[in-house]
């Protein structure tokens, strides 16, 4: 099994379902390895297989602050990234965030991050590598990746294509086709969290 992980997505949209209003972002931060576990345990769980899927490969998708406007979160980024990837299985792809002026406040912005989780859910697809290609995001924006993934596993051989996310969130679709879809919950997240101090 692979899993294709939209960081910041799935990260924000946990902090707004399952955390006290005004807790500080960072404190609600999400371990890859282990969210990626996580899906593994709730999906053996819903479709009540005895049969153990083995994750093999998480690919992890994220903004990275700015050294200068955002010093103290630039390095928990990269502190994080050096954590999550002592496991050989965890790849971590950063893109720059852009920064511009609202109100007077420099708000930070991703862009690009979506353009590379696509690419990835596909080329994962049509690699052919893994069983089982699991994007994790509630990001609609993702929904034509996953119609492309579906022609690219389609044909002999291929993975099948399935998604993840918080339950009680936006649920992600491909067309008309039916993709399997693994609820996480509280329980889930708090198993997820990583309570490392950057």
Same mark, same amino acid.
């Given at each position: =099994?692979?899993?294709?992980?939209?960081?910041?997505n =799935?990260? *924000? #949209?946990?902090?707004? $379902?399952?955390?006290? $209003?005004?807790a500080?972002?960072?404190?609600?931060?999400?371990h890859?390895?282990?969210?990626?576990?996580?899906?593994?345990?709730?999906?053996?769980?819903? $479709?009540?297989?005895? !049969?153990?899927?083995?994750?093999?490969?998480?690919?992890?998708?994220?903004?990275?602050?700015?050294?200068?406007?955002?010093?103290?979160?630039?390095?928990?980024? *990269?502190?994080?990234k050096?954590?999550?990837?002592?496991?050989?299985? !965890?790849?971590? #792809?950063?893109? &720059?965030?852009?920064?511009?002026?609202?109100?007077?406040?420099?708000? &930070?912005?991703?862009?690009?991050?979506?353009?590379l989780?696509?690419?990835?859910?596909?080329?994962?697809?049509?690699?052919?590598?893994?069983? !089982?290609v699991?994007?994790?995001?509630?990001?609609?924006?993702?929904? &034509?990746?996953?119609?492309?993934a579906?022609?690219?596993?389609?044909?002999?051989?291929? &993975?099948?294509i399935?998604?993840?996310?918080?339950?009680?969130c936006?649920?992600? %679709?491909?067309?008309?086709?039916?993709?399997?879809?693994?609820?996480?919950?509280?329980?889930?997240?708090?198993?997820? %969290?990583?309570?490392?101090?950057?």
């Amino acid at each position: =099994m692979a899993v294709v992980v939209d960081y910041q997505n =799935m990260h *924000l #949209t946990a902090r707004g $379902q399952f955390t006290p $209003q005004g807790a500080p972002t960072h404190h609600s931060l999400l371990h890859s390895l282990h969210l990626a576990n996580q899906i593994v345990i709730a999906r053996e769980a819903a $479709q009540r297989t005895s !049969v153990s899927t083995k994750l093999e490969h998480v690919s992890v998708f994220r903004g990275l602050p700015s050294s200068s406007h955002d010093a103290k979160n630039y390095a928990r980024s *990269l502190a994080q990234k050096a954590e999550w990837t002592r496991d050989r299985r !965890v790849q971590v #792809t950063y893109r &720059p965030l852009r920064y511009q002026w609202e109100n007077g406040v420099l708000v &930070p912005r991703e862009k690009g991050v979506d353009v590379l989780v696509a690419l990835d859910i596909v080329q994962l697809a049509q690699s052919r590598a893994y069983d !089982v290609v699991i994007l994790a995001a509630h990001d609609t924006d993702l929904e &034509p990746a996953l119609e492309f993934a579906l022609r690219g596993a389609a044909g002999g051989g291929g &993975p099948t294509i399935e998604t993840a996310g918080w339950r009680n969130c936006k649920r992600l %679709r491909a067309g008309g086709s039916q993709l399997w879809h693994t609820f996480l919950n509280q329980s889930h997240y708090q198993a997820a %969290r990583d309570r490392k101090q950057y």
